[in-house]
């Protein structure tokens, strides 16, 4: 999978070659510190007067930072698709590696950040299935008709209250199948050379 940058990202990550290794690499500090605790403008203020930058750069580049490294560890992304969704940056390979080890030495703590915070989008639960059989109508005596039946429990915060429901849906294994599959070819298009050649062209 590739990551999508919008142009906005792609400014605020824009001034990152101007700095060296080890500016990088306290912006990627400063980013990990504040998904703990928040942001605060005296930090900002701070590494501006260091570099003799302006604030808002310095408190853009931290957020373009932290938005590349929170997008890249939710989605798990691989060494080679996250060199490939950097490409387009146009930064050095040089720079592109900083960041790639900069990705590798956090991924897993911000994924354990990640996993602390509140979130109200629904999350997997847990999944029920039942698989029942049509084997006789008054219409015909003998058939098969099998029906998947599948109950997806969703865990969500909604009002500072976690609470849990629940989505009946009902389908026929061949047409389960066919879904399957059609995603299955969708997972295995993404990381075709074509795709990544696409992804990478988006502006």
């Known amino acids: 999978m590739l990551l999508v940058l919008s142009e906005e990202h792609k400014e605020h990550l824009s001034f990152l070659p101007q700095v060296d290794a080890?500016?990088?690499?306290?912006?990627?500090?400063?980013?990990?510190?504040?998904?703990?605790?928040?942001?605060?403008?005296?930090?900002?203020?701070?590494?501006?007067?260091?570099?003799?930058?302006s604030v808002d750069m310095v408190q853009h580049g931290?957020?373009?930072?932290?938005?590349l490294m929170t997008e890249s560890s939710k989605h798990m992304i691989s060494e080679v698709d996250f060199l490939d969704s950097v490409l387009v940056l146009g930064f050095s390979e040089?720079?592109?590696?900083i960041l790639l080890q900069l990705y590798l030495q956090h991924h897993a703590h911000i994924r354990s950040i990640l996993s602390q915070l509140p979130s109200n989008q629904?999350?997997?639960?847990?999944?029920?299935w039942r698989l029942?059989?049509?084997?006789?109508?008054?219409?015909?005596?003998?058939?098969?008709?099998?029906?998947?039946?599948?109950?997806?429990?969703?865990?969500?915060?909604?009002?500072?209250?976690?609470?849990?429901?629940?989505?009946?849906?009902?389908?026929?294994?061949?047409t389960l199948l066919h879904l399957i599959s059609t995603?299955?070819?969708?997972?295995?298009?993404?990381?075709?050379?074509?795709?990544?050649?696409?992804f990478r062209n988006i502006k």
């Not at 040089?94 to 590696?97: A, D, P, R, S, V």
């Not at 865990?155 to 609470?163: F, N, P, Q, T, Y």
Request: positive net charge.
């Open 132 to 174: 029942d059989v049509q084997l006789a109508s008054r219409a015909v005596r003998q058939q098969v008709v099998p029906m998947l039946t599948l109950r997806l429990l969703l865990s969500g915060v909604g009002d500072g209250v976690c609470a849990r429901r629940g989505k009946v849906l009902q389908t026929d294994p061949s």
């Open 22 to 53: 080890a500016v990088v690499g306290e912006f990627g500090r400063i980013a990990l510190e504040f998904l703990r605790r928040g942001t605060s403008p005296k930090i900002y203020e701070g590494a501006a007067r260091k570099l003799g930058v």
């Open 94 to 97: 040089e720079l592109n590696q």
């Open 122 to 128: 629904p999350a997997y639960h847990n999944l029920e």
């Open 62 to 67: 931290v957020e373009g930072l932290m938005f």
């Open 183 to 198: 995603l299955e070819a969708a997972l295995a298009a993404m990381k075709s050379s074509h795709a990544r050649r696409i």
